[in-house]
């Protein structure tokens, strides 16, 4: 099984909802590291699991989407508390909806909302 990971650093803000969170029930910031791993048996005829540069063109685009903003304002956490754990599967979803690549057989992002504490959230991808 082939491995592939690449990276991206950026910060973004947030409120906790729902409960008593203390500090995390005001707005405050995260420098978030995002971690995609992408898994695959068979290299294309380049010899690659997938083209990185059109990886880091969805990553680039992703973290510019997120890049500074708050997480509670994006539709995509609307009713939901903006978790690490809800954010991690949120990108991963995202990032396997737009990376192409035929054959890729599972996708990981690995969030981390500071050097402690991390949330991951994985997708397999069946052949078809």
């Known amino acids: 099984m082939y491995t592939l990971g690449v990276r991206r650093e950026f910060i973004a803000r947030h409120f906790l909802i729902g409960g008593d969170w203390g500090p995390e029930n005001f707005p ?9 791993v ?38 995509e956490f609307a009713g939901l508390n903006p978790s690490i754990e809800h954010f ?10 737009r990376i192409k690549a035929k ?13 402690n504490a991390w949330a991951a959230y994985r997708v397999e991808r069946f052949a078809s």
């Open 28 to 36: 405050n910031s995260h420098h978030y590291t995002l971690e995609l």
């Open 38 to 75: 992408l898994e695959g048996s068979d290299l294309d005829q380049h010899g690659y699991l997938v083209d990185i540069v059109d990886v880091e063109k969805h990553l680039d685009d992703i973290v510019g989407y997120y890049k500074e903003q708050m997480l509670n304002e994006k539709p």
């Open 88 to 97: 991690a599967r949120i990108l991963a979803t995202t990032l396997n909806e």
């Open 103 to 115: 054959n890729i057989t599972g996708l990981k992002v690995v969030l981390w909302e500071h050097a």
